[in-house]
């Protein structure tokens, strides 16, 4: 319980700390052949009916050689958008169907040679998810908040979301256990019901033996 309640103070220490790191990557061109083995994904987790903000910064420009497109799914077979021909700032907003992980996709197409050696594609990649991924300043103009009345409902948000998390966990924890338990119960039995054939073949074994022998005059 004490391991809990460090690892929520944990979390609401972060909650206050801003994280503007973006995911920072180049991606080569191909021709267009095996498209699915020249995809580049990232994967995150996100909960079900839960906002998510995909911004991506690409560059080079449209008609440059190069068409980069994106593709973001989820595990469960859901499509949350397929942009072609992305340059420049992009964003992507969606709301998840179900708890699953999803994958943000690039793939960069070379449409023309130009003369161009090694062609590439330079991408940051930001994903926000619940409370990080609204305008906290549109809200705080909309509603008339004052700045540390804003920073507490951003806050307050993000220790929902860490109790629906957390509730979540405990959740699935129950189904593996109760699995686990289930489990057990039936090998306990299978190895039980083995036992028991294995002693009454054996049982079988010794008449049918003494049985045999009997009708030979051996005994």
Request: aromatic share 8%.
């Amino acid at each position: 319980m004490e391991t809990l309640f460090r690892y929520l103070s944990y979390l609401l220490l972060l909650a206050t700390i801003p994280l503007t790191s973006a995911l920072k990557f180049d991606i080569q061109a191909h021709p267009g052949h095996e498209s699915a083995r020249h995809e580049r994904c990232i994967r995150n987790f996100v909960a079900k009916e839960q906002l998510v903000v995909v911004t991506a910064i690409i560059s080079g420009f449209r008609g440059d050689g190069q068409m980069l497109n994106m593709h973001i799914r989820d595990t469960m077979g859901n499509n949350y958008g397929k942009p072609k021909d992305v340059a420049g700032e992009h964003r992507s907003a969606f709301t998840s169907h179900a708890d699953a992980a999803f994958d943000v996709c690039f793939e960069n197409i070379l449409t023309s040679n130009q003369g161009v050696m090694n062609p590439t594609r330079h991408v940051e990649l930001d994903i926000d998810i619940g409370a990080d991924a609204k305008d906290w300043s549109a809200i705080q103009a909309g509603e008339k908040l004052k700045p540390v009345e804003a920073e507490l409902r951003r806050i307050e948000e993000l220790v929902g979301e860490i109790v629906s998390e957390m509730d979540y966990l405990r959740g699935r924890e129950q189904k593996l256990r109760d699995t686990n338990e289930s489990t057990n119960e039936r090998v306990k039995w299978f190895a039980f019901g083995t036992m028991g054939m294995l002693v009454g073949l054996g049982a079988w074994q010794v008449v049918y033996l003494r049985a045999y022998f009997r009708s030979k005059h051996l005994i």
